[in-house]
């Protein structure tokens, strides 16, 4: 078990700029999430997976952001033109199925846009 | 959506000393989750709890469900340094049998003195 890992750990990019970032789940798990963290902030859901089906999104998900899930394994989060209110940690966390299993967090990916 | 109210938001406590925290909802939760989170690093899960009234330990940690399911509690003994961080609460935020999105509170944020 190597843990839920998440790339890059940092990225700063300009206004208007797209950026993508990348989870590697813990094997096995099917289920995937993803959160945003601001400053002084508990995290805040965004979207979940159960394996490559999108099955949830929170209306923080604007049109600007989008994720994937492919295969059903790694999951990327892509921010289109992106704004000064983006900057936060983007967290992942996974879990397996069969009925409410605890969701275990990556280090996560923190934005920073200039 | 549902907010999960934290308290205190910050502690500042001697090594040694006992430390007691709450969370609490105008909902009522199926879940109750305790997660420590440390600079730079993702949320850390402590504590699971799945049942009204129902009291978990954890090492130094015990964690109880509120009866009436709307609360609940995490209490820290004889605090060492490492205990410093960030303590979020957190339960499901919808019914979508176990693999909905996380709701967390603001945190309690755990400083000691040596």
């Known amino acids: 078990d190597t843990g839920v890992s998440q790339d890059p750990r940092h990225k700063i990019t300009k206004r208007g700029q797209n950026v993508t970032f990348r989870c590697d789940p813990i094997?096995?798990?099917?289920?995937l999430y993803w959160y945003r963290q601001t400053l002084g902030q508990g995290p805040e859901f965004l979207t979940y997976?159960?394996?490559?089906?999108?099955?949830?999104k929170s209306r923080l998900l604007s049109d600007r952001f989008s994720a994937e899930r492919p295969k059903g394994s790694f999951s990327t989060l892509e921010i289109q033109r992106t704004e000064q209110g983006d900057s936060a940690m983007y967290l992942c966390?996974?879990?397996?199925?069969?009925?409410?299993?605890?969701?275990?967090f990556g280090d996560g990916t923190r934005l920073s846009i200039l | 959506g549902q907010q999960l109210n934290q308290s205190p938001q910050s502690m500042f406590i001697q090594e040694g000393e006992d430390v007691s925290m709450n969370c609490t909802s105008s909902s009522i939760f199926n879940t109750w989750l305790w997660y420590k989170q440390d600079p730079g690093e993702g949320p850390v899960l402590l504590i699971a709890?799945?049942?009204?009234?129902e009291l978990t330990s954890n090492g130094r940690l015990t964690a109880q469900f509120g009866i009436t399911r709307k609360d609940s509690f995490l209490n820290i003994s004889a605090s060492i340094p490492s205990d410093v961080g960030i303590y979020f609460c957190?339960?499901?935020?919808?019914?979508?049998?176990?693999?909905?999105?996380?709701?967390f509170g603001k945190g309690t944020h755990l400083i000691i003195q040596p």
């Open positions: 957190a339960s499901l935020e919808g019914s979508g049998g176990g693999a909905d999105g996380l709701t």
């Open positions: 094997s096995e798990h099917n289920r």
């Open positions: 709890l799945y049942k009204a009234g």
């Open positions: 997976f159960q394996n490559e089906a999108q099955l949830e």
């Open positions: 966390a996974s879990s397996s199925t069969g009925g409410f299993q605890p969701q275990h």
